[in-house]
């Protein structure tokens, strides 16, 4: 199960993308969402793809691996697409099935609706797939840091983020347990019905909750007894170091966003 498990994954393959400050790549994510919301023509998605591929590639990790994290996603995409076919009635009718009519605007508004998630999710995997979790809160830490002024702690939101990223792994890992428990026990999910194995999954959410609190109340005990305390003065382990690197690899996003300013207002326009 771990090994099926991809969010929240670090793969170290030593790229220029990996020696990234974790600042530039939240930023460049950021952009890069715009963007994607932007794409409004297959052209741009075309464009917004080519970028996506080149970056991925760049990392030095296998691109079915990306493909991998869109795999949880696949039922919310199926969704989307069959609600713009279904309530979409733009452009020219192609054809109708029963009380259904399908139209050209739908089809093509609901292939643009799935691009854009797979562009936006597919690529945004490089935020934890290249950034270790505590260089990635670190970062956010700081992008967090103008909250103070709403009176809002970073650090807070930060140690949770954490927390969750560190406790996927063990939530995934203690299923696993069980699943192996009651498989020495006789059960095999493979030769159920769809519906029972649906039955059984949701018995494992009981076991799976009570394990994770308790390894929560175990986390804070840990913390409490050596001391820790949220928002006190200390040093940072990872000491974050801005370089030109992440000055060009932003400028590179900016200029994606640039163009797909003048893309839109070429069309719009």
Do not use: C
Not at 137 to 142: A, H, I, P, Q, Y
């Amino acid at each position: 199960m771990q090994n099926r498990m991809i969010f929240g994954r670090y793969y170290d393959t030593g790229s220029w993308v990996h020696s990234l400050d974790p600042r530039a790549k939240v930023a460049a994510m950021l952009m890069y969402m715009v963007a994607i919301f932007m794409v409004s023509t297959f052209i741009e998605a075309a464009a917004v793809f080519l970028f996506a591929i080149v970056i991925m590639q760049s990392t030095r990790i296998p691109l079915s691996q990306f493909l991998r994290s869109l795999k949880p996603l696949i039922f919310i995409m199926v969704f989307i697409f069959a609600f713009h076919l279904l309530f979409d009635a733009s452009g020219t009718r192609m054809m109708a099935v029963g009380p259904f009519k399908f139209y050209s605007g739908g089809l093509e508004r609901g292939i643009l609706a799935v691009v854009r998630m797979i562009l936006f999710v597919g690529f945004t995997a490089i935020l934890t797939f290249t950034t270790p979790p505590a260089k990635l809160t670190r970062g956010l830490e700081d992008f967090f840091r103008p909250l103070k002024i709403l009176r809002i702690s970073p650090a807070r939101i930060t140690l949770m983020i954490e927390i969750a990223l560190r406790f996927i792994p063990t939530v995934f890992e203690e299923a696993e347990k069980i699943l192996k428990a009651q498989s020495s026990r006789g059960m095999d999910l493979k030769d159920q019905p769809l519906a029972k194995k649906a039955k059984l999954l949701i018995s494992l959410l009981v076991p799976v909750t009570v394990s994770a609190v308790r390894r929560a109340m175990e986390l804070v005990d840990s913390m409490e007894s050596r001391g820790y305390r949220l928002g006190a003065p200390r040093s940072k382990f990872h000491a974050l170091d801005w370089a030109r690197r992440d000055t060009v690899f932003i400028l590179v996003f900016v200029v994606l966003l640039g163009a797909m300013l003048a893309l839109n207002m070429s069309v719009y326009g």
